[in-house]
């Protein structure tokens, strides 16, 4: 049996024929044709007040973290289950990171519990949508604007996707995208989208893009020269990138029916288990849309995950698992004295395990992964 693989990067159409293009049109550097093309796909489609292409989701979870504009000690709230960006670009801040708990039937921050975590330095809520999947941001906003907070939503899993019909990444004051190889669309393998939903970060956004210069305004002929007026970095992908992300793009209603079709055959297969108690199968909530970025389920205990992954691994499928809890990470645990006790985190981190995943997965793989599983639990 070929060896099935937990993700693989594709091509969806004319990838290579659109990077052809930018380098015949002799203009790489970042902020051409295809960066404003796929920029303002994403302001039509969701209505994002401005979508700036950045080099990666990381790079627009640091934009919005300066965006903030924290002074050390300010307090920031984060869910300890995700991926270390999430924390990790707000500690460069010198803020304070607080650690939230997921929810006991979803990976996502408890918003029930939040309001326990907030002090007088509490400046930001950063949601996380894991898999895709939409946090209660009714209940963080209310807690958000009871406490006067901002809300960076990390959106890094959650293009094509909505809570109660509104796009993830719209809802709270600046989001952040990822197109990273592993996400549902890619920029040839690193990228990322910073999405501003207020007008007042909009021009301080641009120039943090921009090296620290009012370089945008310039090409836009609002001012005749163009000098260093803040901080910043070089956050723009060059056009090779955008001109990949453009094809994705292009067929991105064809990813999304695809990703969503092999997670419903998962979920079709593996229900008995769910219902027999051998395993928690991934919940959607009403509020919710599912985009396909990611089949997971939860076992019973960290040993039988580690039997199960060894198991697949024997048959050549691989199933990894993810996130190990941020708050009990070495850099964490180096540099801060709290020990927050985060139970559903602890569950989520021993527990949890990943099926593959991707465009061009066959609906026969999933089958054999589903047999595979079911032949190991029963
Ligand atoms: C992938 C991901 C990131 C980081 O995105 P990169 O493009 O890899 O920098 C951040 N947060 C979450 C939740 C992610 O899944």
Same mark, same amino acid.
């Given at each position: ?87 990790? &670009? =707000?500690?460069?801040?010198?803020? +304070?990171? %607080?650690? @939230?708990?997921?929810?006991? !039937?979803?990976?996502? #921050?408890?918003? $029930? ?62 989001? &952040? =995208?990822?197109?990273?190889?592993? +996400?549902? %669309?890619? @920029?040839?393998?690193?990228? !990322?989208?910073?999405? #501003?939903?207020? $007008? ?179």
């Amino acid at each position: 049996m070929a060896l099935i693989d937990f993700n693989r990067p594709y091509l969806t159409g004319k990838e290579a024929h659109y990077m052809y293009q930018a380098v015949f049109n002799k203009r790489l550097s970042g902020n051409g044709m295809f960066t404003k093309k796929c920029q303002q796909f994403f302001e039509d489609r969701y209505g994002f007040k401005k979508a700036l292409l950045v080099t990666s989701g990381t790079d627009a979870l640091e934009m919005c973290a300066m965006l903030c504009e924290l002074k050390p000690g300010d307090e920031v709230i984060v869910p300890s289950y995700t991926f270390v960006s999430t924390a990790l &670009a =707000f500690i460069r801040e010198g803020a +304070k990171v %607080i650690f @939230a708990d997921s929810m006991e !039937g979803n990976p996502n #921050i408890d918003a $029930e519990k939040l309001e326990n975590l907030i002090t007088p330095r509490t400046k930001v809520i950063v949601p996380v949508h894991y898999a895709g999947v939409a946090c209660d941001m009714d209940a963080i906003l209310d807690v958000a604007n009871k406490y006067h907070l901002m809300v960076v939503e990390d959106a890094a899993q959650a293009v094509d996707s909505y809570y109660k019909g509104r796009p993830l990444g719209s809802i709270g004051h600046l989001g &952040a =995208f990822s197109f990273h190889e592993t +996400k549902n %669309i890619t @920029a040839g393998g690193e990228g !990322g989208l910073l999405v #501003i939903n207020e $007008e007042r970060f909009l021009r301080r956004a641009e120039i943090l893009w921009e090296k620290g210069t009012n370089r945008a305004e310039f090409f836009r002929g609002a001012v005749n020269k163009y000098g260093w007026v803040d901080t910043g970095s070089s956050f723009l992908p060059a056009e090779i990138n955008a001109a990949f992300l453009w094809a994705q793009l292009e067929n991105l209603e064809e990813v999304q029916s695809k990703r969503r079709a092999l997670w419903e055959r998962y979920y079709a297969g593996l229900q008995d288990l769910g219902a027999e108690g051998k395993i928690s199968l991934p919940q959607v909530p009403d509020y919710a849309t599912n985009n396909g970025h990611m089949f997971y389920f939860v076992c019973r205990s960290l040993d039988e995950r580690t039997s199960l992954i060894r198991y697949l691994k024997d048959k050549e499928i691989q199933a990894p698992f993810h996130y190990l809890a941020l708050h009990k990470s070495d850099y964490y645990l180096a540099n801060n004295a709290e020990r927050p006790n985060l139970p559903n985190t602890d569950r989520y981190t021993d527990c949890l395990i990943r099926l593959p995943m991707f465009y061009e997965l066959q609906f026969e793989d999933v089958d054999t992964i589903v047999n595979e599983i079911r032949m190991f639990f029963n």
